[in-house]
């Protein structure tokens, strides 16, 4: 079938004039990449399926198909489309657990941006838990700097307003903070005033640059919402319990965190060596 000349930016203006999210077209957009048009048919559809066993990548067959239906493909391209079906998720439900980055995964996702801003949005997200709405309201002085100027060598403080305009404290790691102080005090502060929002960016934009360096850092999709999911989980990792980790991201309801009460496989896999290492296996 000759549609790996398949016009992406054509995909793309589709996807938006359906209102879609940027967060979902990117989605779509990873699934996409993944796709072998040279192969479309019944069996590859069964094969792709197989090979992403998810809802996402049945629904982003169903607007391929769509997309490929209400615009200019010859007639022969489109009678095949009109006989395919797109198969159905199989095998077991499972609990949904959110994805997750490692600490190490969230420092190369940093690492491979191109500039400090955005290095320290992604580190800054990660442990602080924050939403994308909180992250890019941050002002210079919202960061506790006089207590953590007395003692560099400890951790620094931020103050967020979360939903319901509440606030809470987000602990900052040493090293980060000194990061974030000399960049405010060398870049920033030279550029804006103390009252504008520290990182000047929209959340539509933040979206595309961390979507494009997980692609380039790790080779998946990656949200903002992704690295708060990936502070909850290494929270309790690290022993944090349900109520503590429900405070610090500031959920409203203990429920929402009860998503963190699965334990990671490598979590389990350390613990078990550590076992044998106790019997002398």
Request: glycine fraction near 6%.
């Amino acid at each position: 079938m000759e549609t790996t000349n398949l016009d992406r930016a054509l995909w793309n203006e589709w996807l938006k004039a359906k209102s879609l999210s940027s967060n979902t077209i990117g989605q779509y957009n990873y699934y996409f990449d993944k796709f072998e048009f040279d192969k479309f048919s019944q069996p590859y559809l069964v094969e792709y399926i197989n090979k992403f066993n998810n809802n996402v990548a049945r629904a982003f067959l169903k607007n391929l198909l769509h997309f490929i239906k209400t615009n200019e493909f010859p007639k022969e391209i489109k009678m095949l489309i009109s006989e395919l079906e797109i198969p159905q998720v199989t095998g077991r439900k499972r609990v949904r657990l959110p994805e997750i980055l490692s600490e190490d995964q969230v420092f190369q996702l940093s690492n491979s941006m191109k500039y400090e801003r955005d290095k320290l949005m992604t580190l800054l997200t990660f442990y602080g838990g924050l939403r994308v709405s909180e992250l890019i309201k941050i002002k210079p002085y919202d960061f506790a700097w006089e207590t953590w100027l007395r003692a560099p060598e400890e951790l620094g403080k931020l103050r967020v307003i979360g939903k319901g305009d509440k606030q809470r404290p987000i602990f900052v790691p040493a090293k980060l903070m000194a990061r974030l102080y000399v960049w405010i005090k060398d870049i920033v502060s030279k550029k804006q005033g103390k009252d504008i929002y520290l990182f000047n960016i929209s959340k539509k934009r933040w979206e595309q640059i961390i979507d494009k360096g997980g692609r380039k850092a790790l080779d998946r999709h990656i949200n903002p919402h992704l690295l708060r999911h990936s502070c909850g989980t290494w929270l309790r990792d690290n022993g944090w319990d349900l109520k503590e980790i429900a405070e610090y991201l500031g959920h409203e309801s203990i429920s929402t965190t009860a998503i963190y009460t699965h334990v990671s496989q490598e979590k389990l896999k350390d613990k078990f060596q550590g076992l044998i290492r106790e019997k002398g296996t």
